[in-house]
């Protein structure tokens, strides 16, 4: 059976507008059946693992909108960050991957991150895990 194309997304930015990009991309890329593999890199891996990864926050240039964005999410309902990763795995393939460098530099306790991802492992397994993708992002 031929293996399915990989659709990757190197999350880096934590803030909520960046997290939601990579969280409708992936759910949306696993319902079309590709091979999702979010790696999580450095502030994803502490949001992740402070437990604030539904958190909804702006980086500053866009605080003057905040509220009102803050505002249609909530009332159009727009599922939580977790909320769609969990749904992607229901409709596909679709993994979350931390890297465990980013572990070590953002002095996050590995149990509470490795708990919330499918695997933990380093970069020279990930560039080899990733490289035959049909699709990398950097977000």
């Not at 319902?31 to 979010?38: N, P, R, T």
Request: proline share 4%; charged share 25%; aromatic share 8%.
């Amino acid at each position: 059976m031929p293996s399915l194309p990989k659709f990757v997304l190197f999350a880096h930015n934590a803030t909520y507008d960046k997290l939601h990009q990579v969280a409708t991309l992936g759910l949306t890329a696993a319902a079309m059946g590709k091979d999702v593999i979010v790696v999580l890199l450095f502030w994803t891996i502490k949001k992740l693992a402070e437990g604030k990864i539904d958190v909804i926050d702006f980086p500053p240039e866009y605080a003057l909108s905040a509220d009102e964005v803050t505002r249609l999410l909530q009332e159009k309902k727009v599922p939580k960050i977790s909320e769609m990763f969990q749904e992607a795995k229901v409709v596909g393939k679709f993994r979350l991957i931390a890297c465990s460098a980013g572990l070590e530099y953002m002095g996050v306790d590995s149990d509470s991150v490795e708990k919330n991802v499918d695997e933990v492992m380093g970069l020279p397994a990930i560039i080899s895990l990733t490289a035959d993708a049909e699709t990398k992002l950097f977000i």
